[in-house]
């Protein structure tokens, strides 16, 4: 149990920041556009990254087993990055989530936009095969850790898409994307400081 909450809580965070993929669900959302298809694709696309991840690196780890450690420092490094970039974005501000045009789009449109936003991203390999995958090595359950990772993904993705409408007023602020971005920086430094001590 503690394997697949830790992956819960890793994927969580991961997905938080914002990027195009999460505002395109949040736009969809918002529309009212072939919200499932597009959650359901998102949700997918990290199910099958995650299983890349963990599935890969465990054999890596056995062939090499000095991998590990460089991609645990590798990955507390890239959490850093992240955490700096979230930050950074919350400090200069100006972020406010506009709605688009109420004409709804076609199914296959809106599932080709979703796979590129998400399969063309370098950081989602980043997140998803190699520090998720890294770091579910060193649990002690890696694959209740990778149930877990793909659990908050189609948690969070259905819950943005259909939560959207509730959500509208208060993204249209600036305000709320910062106050976000700095929570998203505190818990990916938090993440990395906890990935080095460990």
Known sequence: MPSLFSGFALGLSLILAIGAQNAFVLRQGLRQSHVFAVCLTCALSDAILVAAGVAGFGWLVEAAPWIAPV????????????????????WRGGHALEAADARADDLRRAVLTCLALTWLNPHVYLDTVVLLGSISSGADWPLGFGIGAVTASFVF????????????????????????????GATMWILALNLVLS
């Open 157 to 184: 993705f259905f819950s943005l898409g259909y939560g959207a409408r509730l959500l509208s007023p208060l993204f249209a602020k600036p305000r709320s994307w910062r106050i976000l971005d700095v929570v998203v």
């Open 71 to 90: 991609f645990t420092l590798g990955g507390a490094a890239f959490l850093v990055a992240y955490g700096a970039i979230s930050l950074r974005s919350a």
